[in-house]
């Protein structure tokens, strides 16, 4: 069911756009946001939804689809929105040491990485969450925001250019569908170098070329789901 205003006759249909090259995405159920002329953001089915066009012609263009309604797999992504393109899955969870490790596989069940759920320490809160890639440093979540937010980490040197980059991610899905109560912005790093940032567990902005897009997709349905 579409919700909000009526889908104008002389709107094109929404692509779905290629998963491999998305670079700015949200899990979401945003398909038209709001614009002058749309004044209620539309709603579609919930997907891994990637920024596509320009003005009145923006759209959030699915990538990955979850399975069809009435499917009991929630840890799992298509291509299609019929369900007939496995893209990747989670696996069943490997526990060692208190941490747990959730393979990451591909539409053909091989491993294309793991994501690493590790339990607070003593004078934590929250556990933290690491991202395997093969062949590449391990992927940590260690940089979250200050509690003054954004700005006051650009004051302390994290720059103009990743306020925006974050304001960007921040804004897909901003008005309807899938808003968190409250945002909380982390930087993601493997080896000091900076290959991902995220808001609220959701919405993900790529900065390194290399980063499998299925592993950060897992990520985001594990999140969806704790």
Known sequence: MVFGRSKNVDEPPVPVVPWADAWEFALTDEERPVTLQRKRAVLGVRAVRVPHGGGERKVNAPCAFLPPQGTADDLRLYEDAEGCRPLCSVGAPEEADG????????????????????????????????????????????????????????????????????????????????????????????????????????????????????????????????
Do not use: C, N
């Not at 053909?108 to 440093?137: D, F, N, S």
């Open 99 to 226: 941490a747990r490790r959730y393979p990451v596989l591909d539409g053909q069940g091989q491993v294309v990485g793991a994501v690493r759920r590790i339990p607070p320490l003593k004078h934590a809160l929250k556990p933290t969450w690491r991202i395997e890639q093969p062949g590449r440093p391990e992927i940590v979540s260690s940089a979250e925001w200050a509690k003054g937010g954004v700005t006051e980490m650009v004051q302390k040197g994290a720059g103009k250019f990743l306020l925006g980059a974050v304001q960007a991610v921040a804004d897909l899905g901003a008005e309807g569908g899938d808003q968190p109560a409250k945002s909380r912005a982390l930087e993601w790093k493997a080896d000091g170098e900076l290959v991902l940032t995220s808001d609220a567990d959701r919405r993900f902005l790529v900065r390194a070329g290399w980063l499998d897009r299925r592993l950060v997709f897992a990520y985001a349905l594990l999140r969806a789901r704790s």
